[in-house]
Each structure stands twice: as structure tokens, then as C-alpha cells.
């Protein structure tokens, strides 16, 4: 038999027995475990269901499981616009003309950031206590969070019983269940019960001798940057968290405040949280009836049928996407062991693990119709928790759902989509206060009450491009789905995004080029100027990102066949944006000066938005810009916080160096958090990213980061395995999405080659593929190779300007390795076998 014969019958047994092979893999592969209970917070399991939030710890004598609820924040409805904004408005912008920046930096302060709110802070529910009795000599310990099941699973040995606990937090019935069970009969003796962090005010009680009941009110709050006499913002979300214990043999009875249960066999644990909130300016809910429902519900059905229910419901997402990156004898150490040892070994399934939580933390953060995943996802211990665990946008709250489209979880990034809808008008009256300007406009944060004014102080606040981005987000939806009801239903959002970019935006007085004008490049100023003062007009993200939402709204108006006019207004005012510029460094500049410093390690890169999340910077199409965008991310390093470092990995994947990218996962998957680890930015044991403190960000940096390696489609094709780094020679992985609807049914590679791809077309239309070796249809027949612009509309290229570069720059060529670029016409529905030639 042939190769090419053994190659096209592999094939064939790929496409029908991978998925039960990788189900095989899973069972192992799938599983955070140790040896020892959580010494920390930054130890504990997390577990949700998109609305409610546990951290388990796992401690046998001493059980502690931290609740969360996703719309349990400070405060209430209010609105945070500065009505100065609009009078001070000129002379800022000519005090920035004029170079007076720390003129203009003071009057912004004074003029635009709020002086009613920064916005609120999310907030923890409290604790549930278990205190169990003579647990303490304990032995045969284990602990594991199976992101296949999404259940945490605690299983120890005392006096020769074998105890068991199990905890999920369940999709399909909303309710937090946990099942404790021992081998002999009578073992299982604890009190149960609740609090809250001080200095927070709660009622606990019992009910009916089985329910433990714990209730309050989110915190009123007060920004300490706000003037004495600024009145706080009243907290009126009201919570109910309740647990029922129900055992089985043995008795519960109810003792000051707290549930005792006595000499069970086994006993069952329904944790309920709700509040009254309805939506971000309604809080009239009855929050004590649907915590009660909820549990009411529940114990309907017996214990089996929940985790069956919740499994099948968490795993209709989760299974949708495989990887098998091979394995080694690293993967039998214990999680904690395997992040320590990461960078030092190989332990490729830790990668894919890593890739696979940040799919299980989006499921578990971000459900359709609930909140979106925010700094902290849905998991904050705190009253007052770092950056507030608050939605930033300026880089954290969309590096969140960079997964969401590629990694096949579209649905966990509705909440996201709904906010965008909602900021759309609650940002419109900003934009007319504070900027006498049409459309809508948010700035670098908000949170559950939809504040849209500026926040924090000039030097981070002072940016009006947050709903910029964030509109980006329901145009890249439409990128993957096609849905022009969809597209409909989000237009309005773009439009007014485009709307306020085109009020806004004022001619700078050199060439006459728009500008958006007070800003900044977010978090960070030239280093000549004074400290903090990051104020500026005309940034490079600000260029890149008013770029981007006229080009989307005015295909989005095309599509939709409205607005005519307003698309000859975006298309002339396209034409005088300024165009981006190589510096005297050879970098890309990040404001319209040539001020980067070379030596300058800052964490944000916002100028490389361009590279990524966008695809105005391509190898194949501007060379000039791919190279003053690898030089800028060589000049700011690689070692930084969490979340940078992953934004890092997306960059490096962009720039097609599969073994940088590599490189920064070391410094990503690395033990921070005990006495003698690192400092800086990490993973700690539980795997949650490290910034330090713990954001969410870096988790789903890192997942989105991975797939731009092992595929991309935003430069004009499908291009598979861009960016594989030489330790990854062989592999596997199935249902990764691409733009037009294209979805990776199964993907193979040896010794760094494709060898086989089942591609499913959802949408049809042209499919355009490129690879770094030949490839032929699975019946030997080869394929066109492509020619001319991609028909397909879903992979237009945008048409930027010419960068200007500086006289003194000297860039090198771009070398880049040969690739085979094919055309295939697909109708919709079609599967596409391709083996290597």
C-alpha cells in the first residue's frame, strides 16, 4: 500500500474515531488535582454557573466555601457624567494643541472625571462554614476540580472511614448542591453556618430546623478620590443566601444561628443565592422568594438526576472543542507541581489544560441572559476588591471574551453583547452632557449600573474610546455567525459608537489629520513628560480603533441597506484619519510624537491593538508595520503582569514566532502566591491567573492565545498551525470556529505539518486555506490554489494608509516561511476532508 493510500484511510478513521479517542484522553487529562486543602483563597477550586460563584477549599476539619453572585454589587441605579466636561472641552483640546499637557491633564481632572461615582465594586456573599468533628488526623487526601463534569470532588481517609465531598454549582437548576459521604454508617457530624467581611451588616437565622439563612444588603459606597461632603451611593441590592441540609440517617438541628447535623450517613446540600436585582436601573426583585424557589425546585429531583442535568447541561459547551498536544511524565505530578515545574520541563497536556480552563472558567463566568465575566469573573472574596473586580475596558474586560468566537463558546458572550447594547443608552446621555456629541460613549470603566463617565483620575480615566472597543466585540459575533437578524439588533449600538466617533473627532493643527482629542493611550504617558500625566490627542489606539468602527458600521449599514448617508460621511471621514507611523526606534508609535522610549517596559501595549485583537498589521500585506510591531513588543519585553504576558502570547501568534509565544507561557505558567515563590505576574496552584492580585483576564488571554497559534482567520484565509512552536510537533484538536462560519471539525499535524483537516463550512462561500505545506482533497484530487482577493465578504482586508516612517528608522526585511494558499467553494453544510499531499 502507497503512503498516500495509508494517509487518505487514516484520514477517514480520524474524522470517525477521534472524538471517542479523545474521550479516552479526557478522563486525565481534564483534572486539576492536589494532594493537600487549600492553604488560601488563591488555593481554592472555583466553580459557577454563569450567576452563581463558589470557591472550595477543600479542608477537611474546617470546610470553607466562598459564595459569589454575580449581581451582588455597592450601590444602586445612578449615573456618573460631569456636566463640566462640555464647557472645558476646547480649552483642553487647545491646551493639548499648545503641548501644555500638564495644564491639560489638571483642567481634565477638575473638568471631566467624576465627582459623583467611580463606580461600584463587586462584592462577595459571605462564607459557608463547615466545621466538622474529629477530621483532623487525616490521611489518603486528595482533591480535584474536573473541568470535564465541573464538579470539585475532596475525598480523605480518618480512623479507617473513607469521606467523600462533592460540590457543584449547577447549571440547570441554580443552586449550589454538595453531597458528603462516608463508608461506615453514623460518621458525618458538623455545624454548618454563615458571614459575611466586616464591616458589612448582615441577619442570620434559621428556618424550620434545616435552613440556614443569611441576608443583607450590598455595601453604600463612596470613592475616597470624591470631596467630603459627595454623599455615598446608597447600596440597594438586596441578597438571601440560604443553605437546606437534608441527611440521610442522623438528625439536623438549628442552635444559635447555625445548623448542627449529627451522625448521618450522608448528607445533601442545597445552597441558594439570589438578590432583587431585575436589570442596571430596576431593583425590585423579591430576592428572599427566589432563593427559597430555587431550592424548592431542586429538591424535586434526587441527587443523580442533578448532576446528570448539570453535566449535560455544562457539557453541550464544553466538549465542543478538543486538544491533545501529547503528554509526558510530567502529567502525573499534582496541578501545583506541574505550574512550578512548567517552564523548566515539557509538559505539553499542562498547556492544553490551561487552554481548556479558560474554556471552563467563560462557561462558569458568563451565561446567556446573566452578567458578564468581570475582573474577578464571578469569583471576589472581598467587599473591596482590586480595581473594584469591576468591568474595565480598556484591555481587561474584552481580553475576557477574546475566547469566546474561536474556541466555539458564541453563547458565553451574550452577556457581553447585552452590555454593549445597554451602555448604548446609558452612554448616550454621557455623550450629550459631557460632549455636546451625537452617538454614545463609556470610558475605561464601568460596571453593574452602566456608569459611562470617566473614573479614577485623568491619568486612566481620561479615555473616551472604552465603547469604541467594546462595540468591536458585536461586530466580531457577526464575523463567526452570518446572522443579519443578529446584525440588526446590534446596529444601533454601532452606529452610535460610529456616531460619537464622528462628533468628537477635530482636525490637529499639523496636517490637519481627525483626532480624537482629549485622550490617552490607556494607562500610559511618553516618559518624558511628567508622571501620570498620560494625556494626549491623536493616540495610536485612538487612530486604530475610530479606523475600525467606521469600517465595520459602514459594512454593517451596507448590509443592512440603510443610512445611506451617513455612510458617504464615515467613508470621506476615513480618508483624513492619520496614518500609523514607524519611529526613530524602528517601533510603531504609540502617539502621533515620536516618543517611545526603547527602554520602556510598560504593561499596556495599546497600540498594538492593531496586530491584535484587530488585523490592520499583517506579514502578507504591510511588512512595514508587522516589523515596527515586532520590534515595539521586543523594546517592552516579555516579563510583565498576567494579563500582559497573555496578550503577549496572542501578539507573538500574530507575528507567526510559535516559539515566543511558547517562550511567554513559561512566564505565564509559573507558581506564584507561596512564601517561596516569584514575584509578579503568574499562576497560582488553583490555576488562576496572578497580575498580582488574581485577574481573570490572563486565563482567557492565554486559551485565546493557544488557538491564534494553532489557527487564525482574520488576514484573508484560514491559516492553519500559523504559529507552532517546536515543541508541539504533533497534535490534535477539533471545533475551533473561523470567520465566515467555517468551523475546524478535526485538525491533525505531524512533525509540524498538517496531515489531516475536516473542515465544515456553516455558511458556505469561498474557503480560503493557507498552509505551510501542500495539501490535497482526502481522495488525492489536489486543490486550486488561490488567486486574486478572497471573494468571501467575511474575509475583506482593510484598506489603512501607508505608514509614515521616520528618517532614522533602518527596518529589516520580513522573512517569512513559503505557504500554500488554496481556494475552495463550498455550499452550506459541506465537510471538507485534506490530507497533505
Not at 355 to 381: D, V
Request: aromatic share 10%; with cysteine.
Amino acid at each position: 500500500m502507497n503512503n498516500k493510500k495509508k494517509i487518505l484511510i487514516s484520514s477517514i478513521l480520524f474524522v470517525f474515531i477521534g472524538f471517542s479517542v479523545h474521550s479516552q484522553q479526557k478522563k486525565t487529562d481534564l483534572k486539576l488535582w492536589y494532594d493537600a486543602p487549600a492553604a488560601d483563597w488563591n488555593e481554592a477550586l472555583p466553580l459557577g454557573n454563569g450567576r452563581l460563584g463558589a470557591m472550595v477549599f477543600g479542608n477537611p476539619t474546617n470546610e470553607n466555601i466562598q459564595l459569589n453572585e454575580l449581581t451582588l454589587w455597592a450601590g444602586g441605579p445612578h449615573r456618573n457624567d460631569n456636566p463640566d466636561a462640555k464647557e472645558a472641552l476646547s480649552e483642553v483640546r487647545q491646551l493639548l494643541f499648545q503641548e501644555k499637557y500638564d495644564e491639560a491633564h489638571n483642567l481634565a481632572n477638575k473638568a471631566f472625571i467624576s465627582k459623583t461615582s467611580h463606580g461600584m465594586p463587586y462584592e462577595t456573599v459571605g462564607n459557608l462554614r463547615l466545621n466538622f468533628e474529629n477530621q483532623d488526623k487525616f490521611s489518603n487526601y486528595y482533591r480535584e476540580l474536573d473541568i470535564e463534569k465541573a464538579i470539585n470532588t475532596t475525598s480523605y481517609t480518618v480512623d479507617g472511614v473513607a469521606y467523600k465531598r462533592e460540590i457543584f454549582t449547577s447549571f440547570s437548576d441554580q443552586v449550589i448542591v454538595m453531597k458528603i459521604t462516608a463508608d461506615k454508617k453514623g460518621k458525618i457530624s458538623f455545624t454548618a453556618t454563615m458571614d459575611r467581611p466586616e464591616p458589612s451588616k448582615v441577619s442570620l437565622f434559621t428556618e424550620s430546623n434545616d435552613v440556614l439563612v443569611m441576608t443583607g444588603f450590598g455595601s453604600d459606597n463612596k470613592n475616597k478620590r470624591l470631596p467630603a461632603e459627595t454623599p455615598a451611593i446608597k447600596g440597594e441590592v438586596e441578597f438571601d443566601s440560604r443553605v437546606k441540609i437534608v441527611p440521610e440517617g442522623g438528625k439536623v438541628t438549628a442552635t444559635n444561628n447555625q445548623l448542627a447535623v449529627s451522625k448521618a450517613n450522608s448528607v445533601t446540600l442545597y445552597i441558594s443565592v439570589a438578590t432583587n436585582f431585575v436589570n442596571y436601573q430596576d431593583v425590585s426583585a423579591d430576592a428572599h422568594k427566589k432563593a427559597a424557589d430555587y431550592i424548592a425546585q431542586a429538591e424535586k429531583k434526587n441527587y443523580e438526576q442533578l448532576v446528570n442535568d448539570h453535566s449535560y447541561f455544562y457539557q453541550k459547551y464544553f466538549n465542543r472543542v478538543s486538544l491533545d498536544l501529547g503528554t509526558s511524565e510530567a502529567s502525573k505530578n499534582p496541578t501545583d507541581v506541574r505550574i512550578k515545574e512548567f517552564s523548566t520541563g515539557f509538559d505539553p497536556s499542562l498547556a492544553a489544560l490551561y487552554f481548556q480552563f479558560g474554556r471552563y472558567l467563560l462557561i462558569s463566568s458568563s451565561q446567556p441572559g446573566g452578567q458578564p465575566a468581570n475582573l474577578q469573573g464571578l469569583w471576589c472574596n472581598d467587599l473591596t476588591p482590586p480595581w473594584k473586580s469591576a468591568y474595565t475596558v480598556n484591555i481587561n474586560t474584552q481580553m475576557n471574551y477574546w475566547p469566546a468566537e474561536v474556541t466555539n463558546l458564541p453563547e458565553m458572550h451574550d452577556p457581553l453583547i447585552q452590555m454593549v447594547r445597554e451602555l448604548s443608552e446609558a452612554g448616550k446621555e454621557t455623550a450629550k452632557v459631557m460632549y455636546g456629541a451625537e452617538g454614545w460613549v463609556t470610558h475605561h470603566n464601568t460596571d453593574l449600573w452602566r456608569i459611562a463617565g470617566p473614573v479614577d483620575g485623568a491619568t486612566w480615566g481620561m479615555w473616551p474610546t472604552g465603547g469604541t472597543w467594546l462595540t468591536q466585540h458585536v461586530w466580531e459575533k457577526f464575523m463567526f455567525n452570518g446572522d443579519l437578524e443578529y446584525l440588526k439588533s446590534v446596529y444601533p449600538a454601532m452606529k452610535g459608537a460610529a456616531e460619537f466617533c464622528l462628533s468628537v473627532l477635530i482636525p490637529e493643527p499639523k496636517n490637519g489629520w481627525l483626532v480624537i482629542s482629549p485622550s490617552i493611550s490607556p494607562e500610559h504617558g511618553p516618559s518624558i513628560r511628567s508622571k501620570s500625566v498620560n494625556i494626549e490627542a491623536g493616540t495610536t489606539m485612538d487612530n486604530q480603533l475610530v479606523f475600525d468602527m467606521l469600517t465595520k458600521t459602514i459594512s454593517a449599514a451596507k448590509l443592512l441597506n440603510i443610512d445611506a448617508d451617513l455612510v458617504i460621511k464615515m467613508q470621506n471621514t476615513l480618508q483624513k484619519l492619520p496614518p500609523m507611523k514607524i519611529g526613530q526606534h524602528n517601533q510603531l508609535q504609540e502617539w502621533m510624537q515620536d516618543l517611545d522610549d526603547p527602554e520602556d517596559k510598560h504593561r499596556h501595549v495599546s497600540h498594538l491593538y492593531g496586530l491584535y485583537p484587530s488585523n490592520l498589521i499583517s506579514p502578507y500585506r504591510n511588512s512595514e508595520l508587522f516589523q515596527g510591531a515586532k520590534n515595539t513588543l521586543i523594546q517592552r519585553g516579555d516579563p510583565s503582569t498576567g494579563w500582559s504576558m497573555n496578550w503577549k502570547i496572542n501578539l507573538w501568534a500574530r507575528l507567526l514566532d510559535g516559539n515566543h509565544a511558547y517562550k511567554l507561557m513559561g512566564d505565564q505558567i509559573k507558581l506564584v502566591g507561596r512564601p517561596d515563590s516569584p514575584k509578579g505576574g503568574g499562576t497560582y496552584a488553583n490555576m488562576l491567573d496572578a497580575h498580582p492580585p488574581f485577574q481573570i483576564d490572563g486565563n482567557f488571554g492565554f486559551t485565546s492565545g493557544l488557538t491564534e497559534m494553532l489557527m487564525q482567520s482574520h488576514d484573508g484565509a484560514i491559516h492553519l498551525i500559523p504559529a507552532l512552536p517546536d515543541v508541539w510537533k504533533d497534535g490534535n484538536v477539533t471545533g475551533l470556529r473561523a470567520r465566515g462560519g467555517f468551523e475546524i471539525s478535526a485538525m491533525e499535524w505531524e512533525n509540524g505539518e498538517v496531515v489531516k483537516v475536516v473542515i465544515k463550512s456553516n455558511l458556505g462561500g469561498n474557503c480560503r486555506l493557507r498552509s505551510y505545506n501542500e495539501l490535497m482533497y482526502s481522495d488525492e484530487k489536489s486543490i486550486a490554489s488561490a488567486t486574486g482577493i478572497n471573494e468571501n465578504s467575511f474575509y475583506q482586508i482593510p484598506e489603512i494608509k501607508k505608514p509614515l516612517v521616520s528618517k532614522s528608522a533602518t527596518l529589516n526585511p520580513v522573512e517569512l516561511k513559503h505557504s500554500y494558499v488554496y481556494d475552495i467553494s463550498t455550499k452550506v453544510g459541506q465537510e471538507i476532508i485534506l490530507i497533505k499531499n
